[in-house]
């Protein structure tokens, strides 16, 4: 078999694998790559390797493809369509290289791609549209091009003509995406939640959502402020639930964005109830939840080993004493984890109080993490004995994220 040189072009085509027979030759660090790939287009694979990694070995387990725990031997890739040489054998790589090459079987080869019949493009998926790249031999290259593209498709900024000029269509319903964004950075938003945004038409945001990210929004989107939106008669929560279903009946990509998680303490069960009323579709797209991402970004684990087995969130929007509190104080401060408390910055008082009334230690480390994941963050020590007069005394104002339990002190020294 003659060898390809370096520079010969390859062809570029997407293999139909479904119910066709792979044969994965060797089980290590290449088969572990690239078996998932092969098992999600339904590839008919049969691994031949005497031994494997402990994630192939899961993987035989877990998805019933046939693996012959032994080497390779000619007559191998009889009836195969595709071939993955990977084995730590070189005498053997270009024994099956040749009968690839008799059989006429597309074979790849881990160890010297310029024997093989065919490489393996660096490949890369958003919503629907595989990204593949070939820069001969030089993966790294082929990975950034290929990192280049599908960030551009999930951040927008290469995203189709139709997402990019309105997309509002003349009849018939819209659609609605209740989207998390995170805790403030406009980093954390998800993937999906940065391509849906990108493809939107209206965007309805809270205050607390990464506002850094409607700048990146084309001219033609209409932006709209939750807090500001009229309501008259209505609750506010039902005027942006009348929002949505107005929006999306006129044909618009709606995006609800929410900081933190939509499902927690965001109302965002009650949206997606009002529009399932209406018939309007909603996609959910969970977010990072500031409970855990802000005392993170402030150097503090909610749980860690020895310290705290268990962390528990807690509204504090309602004060102890108020009748309209759904919260057992008394059972919380049995606790013996961490509290991380939201929307407490106002009763933080009166919370630590009701703590060490129930048991609660006075001494217990207290942070206070304002503008989480920011550029603005800044953190504040206390304890509970002393965390209402710290908070008034530093100016705290919300959005803020209060943690009580020793897990406070377990990371370096807090600055600020």
Same mark, same amino acid.
């Not at 509002?168 to 805790?183: D, I």
């Not at 809270?206 to 309501?231: C, M, Q, S």
């Not at 919380?332 to 919370?351: D, H, P, Q």
């Given at each position: ?237 039902? *005027? +942006?639930?009348? &929002? #949505? @279903?107005? $929006?999306? %009946?006129?044909?618009?990509?709606? /995006? ?93 008082? *009166? +919370?630590?109080? &009701? #703590? @060490?009334? $129930?048991? %609660?230690?006075?001494?217990?480390? /207290? ?50």
């Amino acid at each position: 078999m003659a060898p390809h040189a370096p520079s010969e072009s390859a062809y570029p085509v997407g293999l139909r694998l479904s119910g066709r027979r792979v044969v994965v030759l060797g089980a290590g660090q290449v088969a572990q790559r690239r078996l998932p790939a092969l098992l999600a287009a339904g590839a008919d694979v049969l691994l031949i390797s005497p031994s494997a990694t402990p994630s192939v070995e899961a993987l035989a387990e877990t998805c019933g493809f046939r693996w012959e725990r032994r080497r390779y031997q000619d007559g191998d890739l009889d009836g195969a369509w595709y071939a993955l040489i990977s084995t730590d054998d070189p005498a053997a790589n270009e024994a099956a290289s040749a009968e690839a090459e008799a059989r006429r079987v597309w074979a790849v080869r881990s160890d010297d791609a310029d024997a093989a019949t065919a490489w393996t493009p660096a490949t890369g998926r958003s919503e629907g549209v595989t990204v593949a790249v070939l820069t001969g031999r030089d993966p790294r290259r082929s990975a950034a091009v290929r990192d280049a593209v599908v960030e551009g498709l999930r951040d927008g900024s290469l995203a189709a003509p139709r997402y990019r000029a309105g997309t509002a269509s003349s009849g018939g319903t819209g659609s609605v995406a209740l989207v998390g964004g995170g805790p403030g950075d406009p980093d954390l938003i998800t993937v999906r939640g940065r391509r849906l945004l990108a493809e939107a038409d209206v965007v309805i945001a809270d205050r607390l959502g990464p506002r850094d990210l409607l700048d990146e929004l084309p001219p033609h989107v209409e932006v709209i402020d939750a807090a500001k939106i009229p309501y008259g008669r209505f609750m506010a929560q039902e *005027a +942006i639930n009348n &929002a #949505l @279903v107005e $929006h999306a %009946r006129a044909g618009k990509n709606v /995006v609800r964005l929410k900081g933190g998680d939509p499902y927690v303490f965001g109302r965002g069960m009650e949206e997606v109830q009002a529009l399932a009323d209406q018939g309007i579709p909603c996609t959910v797209v969970p977010g990072i939840s500031s409970t855990i991402s802000v005392p993170a970004a402030a150097g503090i684990p909610v749980t860690h080993r020895g310290v705290a087995h268990e962390f528990t969130v807690v509204s504090g929007h309602v004060a102890p004493d108020d009748g309209r509190s759904l919260v057992d104080w008394a059972a919380v401060a049995k606790l013996r984890g961490t509290l991380v408390l939201l929307m407490s910055v106002e009763n933080i008082g *009166a +919370i630590a109080a &009701a #703590l @060490v009334r $129930h048991g %609660r230690p006075a001494g217990t480390p /207290v942070a206070v993490i304002q503008e989480g994941t920011t550029a603005a963050q800044r953190r504040v020590d206390a304890t509970l004995a002393t965390a209402g007069e710290r908070v008034a005394a530093e100016g705290i104002r919300p959005p803020a994220v209060i943690v009580v339990g020793d897990v406070v002190t377990v990371g370096p020294e807090p600055r600020g």
